[in-house]
């Protein structure tokens, strides 16, 4: 049975920081590249970050860019999201999301709200 499983959101100040965690479990986690969406209230799905299997290349949403990294241990099979500087507009529900190319294959976590206020 295939599961992600987020965790590590909550509140926290404008300025603040939070590492979101995504523990994986059902399938072969090293050949699937790992990326943590994001949705706000009343708003598309958006990609935040991405990181290839092997942890060699990681891309952002360019308003993230310099705040957050992403990364991997593919002994713990888990991805990380490492937040800084949060800022109010990162309010969301935070998804983790495995893929695979060849063959096509995907799975969604069932999400985390991270919600950054005074």
């Known amino acids: 049975q295939v599961q992600l499983v987020e965790s590590g959101g909550g509140l926290v100040q404008p300025g603040g920081s939070l590492r979101l965690s995504c523990a994986a479990s059902g399938f072969t986690f090293s050949t699937y590249a790992m990326s943590w969406y994001r949705q706000a209230p009343g708003k598309e799905r958006e990609l935040v970050a991405i990181i290839s299997n092997t942890g060699g290349t990681t891309n952002y949403l360019d308003s993230v860019k310099g705040r957050f990294t992403i990364s991997r241990d593919n002994a713990k099979n888990t991805v990380y999201l490492q937040m800084n500087s949060l800022k109010s507009e990162d309010t969301a529900v935070y998804y983790c999301?495995?893929?695979?190319?060849?063959?096509?294959?995907?799975?969604w976590g069932q999400g985390t709200l991270v919600t950054v206020s005074e």
């Open positions: 999301k495995a893929i695979r190319y060849v063959p096509k294959s995907e799975y």
